[in-house]
């Protein structure tokens, strides 16, 4: 079965840090580019950070310099380190999976976790 597990959410102070975590289960993990996915309150999906299966990282311009997304295969998991936290980052954070092979593309989503910026 596969799975993807985030955890690492919380509330946090304006200016603070949190390192969220996703671990994989039942899929190759160091196959699969991974990524972190966002939804502020009443908005749609927003692309946070990938890492791809070389090692690449990208990032969107919104977080750019204040997040640091990094992976261990030998845990199957993936991280995203979160620096100067800002109101407008409260979102529920998703990982993310992703692989094409033979033509079909996998692609498989955790339940979530709760960052919310608050003084």
């Known amino acids: 079965e596969v799975q993807l597990v985030e955890s690492g959410g919380g509330l946090v102070q304006p200016g603070g840090s949190l390192r969220l975590s996703c671990a994989a289960s039942?899929?190759?993990?160091?196959?699969?580019?991974m990524s972190w996915v966002r939804q502020a309150p009443g908005k749609g999906l927003e692309w946070v950070s990938g890492i791809n299966t070389s090692g690449g990282t990208v990032y969107a311009d919104s977080v750019k310099g204040r997040f640091t997304i990094s992976g261990d295969n030998a845990k199957n998991t993936v991280y995203l380190q979160m620096n100067s936290l800002k109101p407008e980052d409260t979102a529920v954070y998703y990982c993310n999976a992703k692989a094409q092979f033979m033509g079909s593309t996998y692609d498989y989503w955790g339940q979530g976790t709760q960052v919310t910026v608050s003084s």
């Open positions: 039942g899929f190759t993990f160091g196959n699969y580019d």
